[in-house]
């Protein structure tokens, strides 16, 4: 009777040995071309802000700030026309008119400092402005400041951050710069300041 048995569980066995010897494999490689992440919104330095030319006052106690832009309308996809204002000191009433016309004027070219925004089409964008003078600038005795204007005669600061739609999914922003001279500033070619601008949904 064990025998029996014994004769069984080897046939069972064979059988067993012969279906694992009648089985296959095969083995392929998984892959995947992992690339960096792209923002649906993105800003870069198109330009940068150059005042050109412009004169240290002469007389005593005269201040010459010398202002450059497009206005209220610097969130756009092309930029405005060039605007250019020289005042004297802001008062409580707005700003003074230029204290020497013949003196503190722009000569040759100036372009306005300006970052392209790539964005998604109609969505609110903010922009958030700041700005730093430089120190060989300040050292000289010359003023510099970046900012937003209130109205297209840029002779007030609003706030730092504009709002607005995203145009056609790429917009320019031109922020407003300001030099400001005094009979007590030196001459001085070179950069007066750096202009940062940093864009959110």
């Known amino acids: 009777m064990n025998r029996k048995f014994s004769y069984i569980g080897l046939a069972a066995a064979a059988a067993l040995i012969g279906q694992q010897a009648a089985a296959q ?7 995947a ?12 330095g198109s330009r940068a802000g150059s005042f050109g030319e412009v004169a ?16 209220t309308d610097n969130l756009r ?13 802001q008062t409580n009433s707005g700003p003074a008119s230029n204290p ?13 400092p300006t970052f392209r925004i790539n964005c998604v089409e109609d969505a609110d964008i903010s ?3 700041s700005y730093a003078v430089d120190p060989m600038a300040q050292s000289n005795y010359i003023d510099f ?31 407003a710069m300001e030099l400001t001279l005094t009979n007590l500033s030196a001459p001085y070619d070179g950069n007066v300041g750096t202009i940062t601008a940093e864009v959110s949904y």
């Open 56 to 71: 240290i006052p002469l007389l005593e106690g005269s201040v010459c700030r010398y202002v450059l832009g497009v206005g």
């Open 145 to 175: 400041r970046a900012f937003n204007p209130v109205e297209n005669g840029m002779s007030a600061v609003g706030s730092v951050v504009r709002t607005e739609p995203c145009w056609s999914g790429a917009t320019d922003y031109i922020p």
């Open 127 to 129: 922009v958030t402005l």
């Open 100 to 112: 020497e016309p013949g003196v503190c004027e722009f000569r040759g070219d100036q372009t306005p």
């Open 77 to 89: 996809p092309a930029p405005g026309e060039l605007l250019r204002y020289v005042y004297g000191n």
């Open 33 to 44: 071309n992992v690339v960096a992440g792209t923002s649906s919104l993105s800003i870069e």
């Open 25 to 31: 494999s095969a083995t392929v490689d998984a892959s």
